[in-house]
Structure formats: C-alpha cells, structure tokens
C-alpha cells in the first residue's frame, strides 16, 4: 500500500513568532478537511538559499517569505513572474516538481481584492489616489492601481528620493508630492491609502490634517495592527468608507494556499477571526 503524500508548506521569516500565517492556513486546512501542514520557520539571511533548496527534496510544496528574505527570495528563484519582478520582491514561493522555485508576490492582489472587497462601490476612475509612503509595501499597492487602471497617483514620503524614484520607474502616472504637502494631496484624493508604518502599535502616529479630507474619499490603512488605525477612526467620522489592512493579509494568502493545496478558500469573517486567535 502506497501512503499519499500529504503535502507541507510554511511561512520562512527571521523572526517569525509573530506571524499569523500560520493561524490562517490552519484554519483553511481544517475547514476544508485537508491533509496537509502550515509551519512557521525562523531562518537567519545567510541559511535561506540552503533552506529552500532542501525543503522541496523533504515534500514541501511552497512558502510564504516575509521579512527579511523577501528580496533575497527572488534572486534565489529560477523563475519570477511578472509582478513579483515589477514589485521588486516575492512573498509567495511555489516548489515545482522538479525542484525549482518560482516566486510570486501576491499583496497586490490582496490589496486590491481587499479594497475591492471593503468598498464595493470603488471604481479605479473616482479620481486620484495618494499613496503615504514609500517603502516596500507602496510598491505593491503601485502595483495594484496601475493594473486597475487608476491613471493618478499621488505619492508623498518623508524620504522625498524613495518617492521620486518610484516615480521614475513606475512612469508618468505617479507625480510626487512633498512629505510637508501631505495634507493637499489628501484634500485632492478619492482613494487614500496608508503604506507607511505610522499609527501602528508602538510607532508614532500618522500626524496629517484630515481636514481637507472628502467624504466621497475611500481610506485604507495597511497596518492592522490595531486593525481600526486613528486614520481610519478620523476618516469613518468623516464619513468615508473605510477598509483596515487585516483584509490585505488574508487576502494575500488566498492565491499560495491554491497553488499548494489545490482549493481556493475564501476571506470571510470566520478567515478573520481564525487570523486574529
Ligand atoms: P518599509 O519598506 O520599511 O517602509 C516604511 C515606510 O514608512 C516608508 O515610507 C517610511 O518612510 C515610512 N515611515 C516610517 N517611519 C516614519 C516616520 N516616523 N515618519 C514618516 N514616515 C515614516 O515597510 P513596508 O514593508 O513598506 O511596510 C509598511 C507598513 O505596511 C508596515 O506597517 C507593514 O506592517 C504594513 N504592511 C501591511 C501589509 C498587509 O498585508 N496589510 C502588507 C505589507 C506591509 P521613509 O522612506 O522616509 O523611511
């Protein structure tokens, strides 16, 4: 009798105490009745390559790479898609049978699917949008927009030349706004979207005049840690739609769990308590 291989895949960070991965992927197997496992695995930079290299020889199907690997990770892969070269960096890693390693980055789409799934009524041509930030997690939401076809994006950073140059190579879509005008790209945007780390538990707060803010305006927040940031406070009392970042995470994590356990699960509230246990 030949046993079924029951198939193995995990989250590779460093650390990675932190991440809800697991809490997520968990609940998906056990709700589908699938045979299969979703571990957390603390690998150090310097042991990442010889990680992956091994964990498709031991039946791991595929991995999530967060923080610090997800560029390392992509120079790693043999093969990269399209998205996860123009993001710059991969968060999702498929085994093929043959051993090699194709990276995807999938938090454009769990952005948008997020966004889309928060704010049914948005449409891509409402108006601008304004990206605070522009870190790693600007480029994804870049990412997202363009391929949705928003045709303005405003980007304002504190570091002026992370901005500018997002702007040169994403093309003449985005324009930079200085950090210290802030407040009139917010006034000018009908899709606001928070990709700095400010307003998350133990940082500082996003400390911009919402004033100007339009109510017709559609505000998400990619930190979700508190999942109602004070932006998303000011802005559901002025009356605009709202969508936290916990979305963005679950949704992110739908296309991997697809690739390597054959069903597509969907986000919904069980997903975000299971997510938040
Ligand atoms: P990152 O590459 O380190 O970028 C951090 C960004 O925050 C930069 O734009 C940085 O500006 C800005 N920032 C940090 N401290 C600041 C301060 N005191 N004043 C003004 N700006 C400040 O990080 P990331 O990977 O893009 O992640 C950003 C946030 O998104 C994190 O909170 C992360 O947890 C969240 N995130 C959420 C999801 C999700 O699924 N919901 C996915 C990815 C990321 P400078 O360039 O000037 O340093």
Redesign the pocket.
Known sequence: MTLAKIPLAGVIGHPIAHSRSPLLHGHWLRSFGLAGHYVPMDVSPENLQEALRTLPRVGFVGVNVT?PH?ENALQIADIVTDTARRIGAANTLTFLEDGKIVADNT?AY??ME?LKQGAPKWRADAGPSVI?????????VIVALLDEGVSEILIT???RE??EQLCQEFGPCLRMVE?AQADDAIQAGLTII???????AG??E?NLSLAGLQKEATVT?????PIKTRLLEAAGDAGCVTVD????????AVPGFERWFGIRPTVDDATRKAALA
């Open positions: 923080l997800k938090d769990g952005f997020n605070l930030g522009a870190g790693g997690a600007a480029r994804a950073n504190r570091t992370r901005a950090w928070n990709t700095t780390s400010l307003g998350m940082k500082a996003l927040d990619l930190v979700y840690n970042g916990l979305g963005m995470l679950l949704h992110q």
